[in-house]
């Protein structure tokens, strides 16, 4: 199992972003995903999730309104679309895959800073 994320990067307040999360090594169309996030000093915090078919979402109270996931699963692929980004949005955001053993990703860094 593998999952890679990228898209992070330095963005202004206000600005968009839109990661991306690889994945491989297992049947990502049978598997609910999660984007993660932690910021320094914080422990890490759920931000979205997508069910296999990615009928349904959820999303923290934080990120509600401004965050979209989704996904691609003829790409192996899940995205977290992020606008309207906030100082307080800063962290490595990490995807995970659910089931009884969970996998992490490396983690993309996003500052969000003028």
């Known amino acids: 199992v593998q999952l890679v994320e990228s898209g992070g990067g330095l963005v202004q307040p206000g600005g968009s972003l839109r990661l991306s999360c690889a994945a491989s090594g297992f049947t990502f169309s049978s598997y609910g995903m999660s984007w993660y996030r932690q910021a320094p000093g914080k422990e890490r915090e759920l931000v979205a999730t997508i069910t296999s078919a990615g009928g349904v979402t959820n999303y923290a109270d934080s990120v509600k309104g401004r965050f979209t996931i989704s996904r691609d699963n003829a790409k192996n692929t899940v995205y977290l679309q992020m606008n309207s980004l906030k100082p307080e949005d800063t962290a490595v955001y990490f995807c995970?895959?659910?089931?009884?053993?969970?996998?992490w990703g490396q983690g993309t860094q996003v500052t969000v800073s003028s």
């Open positions: 995970k895959r659910s089931g009884i053993t969970p996998y």
